[in-house]
T-cell receptor, first 116, second 115 residues
């Protein structure tokens, strides 16, 4: 079963506007972590933001914020004041713990295009 | 700040050849993960190491092997390469289990092309 769901294959936003990228997750763990990564066309995977399941406040990192709604199992990424350089693929991921080991499970990604 | 270093950045091989990918984690990071990302796909977990011991194994073919060395760098060895092995291979590192270990940082990846 898909553990991370990103329902938006592609999103478009005008420069300087805000955009929300959706992510829902499925887990029975009490403790887990949620991540967002940016992957530009050059290929590298850039860490953007992290939210722990016990964190009471939504995570923020500069223009990035995570709208964490635990009861709804959603962890949407909000990018404020979009810039042309924000055009990239964005992956939501969850740290999965099984048998004492941990790994990240990724969603299918959302391709964001920022228009001038 | 130091990041995860992967080499080589690009690698071209023929079918049935072997390839070795190297990963140097962020200093003090003791956990290394390997991921494979096919064209237009999300990254898929291959294998991970914690303190030089294999900690988890994902969808890694038997033709692939990996290890983590005493200096914490890791190598992914791939034999009998197939066309379908063409992908972007990422290494990531973390502080495994510690509070800051919640965050995984990725290298720039090795783009492997099998011809």
């Amino acid at each position: 079963a898909q553990k991370i769901t990103q329902t938006q294959p592609g999103m478009f936003v005008q420069e300087k506007e805000a955009v929300t990228l959706d992510c829902t997750y499925d887990t029975s763990d009490q403790s887990y972590g949620l991540f967002w990564y940016k992957q530009p066309s050059s290929g590298e995977m850039i860490f953007l933001i992290y939210q722990g399941s016990y964190d009471e406040q939504n995570a923020t990192e500069g223009r990035y914020s995570l709208n964490f709604q635990k009861a709804r199992k959603s962890a949407n990424l909000v990018i404020s004041a979009s810039q042309l350089g924000d055009s990239a693929m964005y992956f939501c991921a969850m740290k999965e713990t099984q048998g004492g080991s941990e790994k990240l499970v990724f969603g299918k990604g959302t391709k964001l295009t920022v228009n001038p | 700040a130091a990041g995860v270093i992967q080499s080589p950045r690009h690698l071209i091989k023929e079918k049935r050849e072997t390839a070795t990918l190297k990963c140097y984690p962020i200093p003090r990071h003791d956990t290394v993960y390997w991921y494979q990302q096919g064209p237009g796909q999300d990254p898929q977990f291959l294998i991970s190491f914690y303190e030089k011991m294999q900690s988890d194994k994902g969808s890694i073919p038997d033709r692939f092997s990996a290890q983590q060395f005493s200096d914490y760098h890791s190598e992914l060895n791939m034999s009998s390469l197939e066309l379908g092995d063409s992908a972007l291979y990422f290494c990531a590192s973390s502080l495994g289990g510690k509070e800051e270990g919640e965050k995984l940082f990725f290298g720039s990846g090795t783009q492997l092309s099998v011809l």
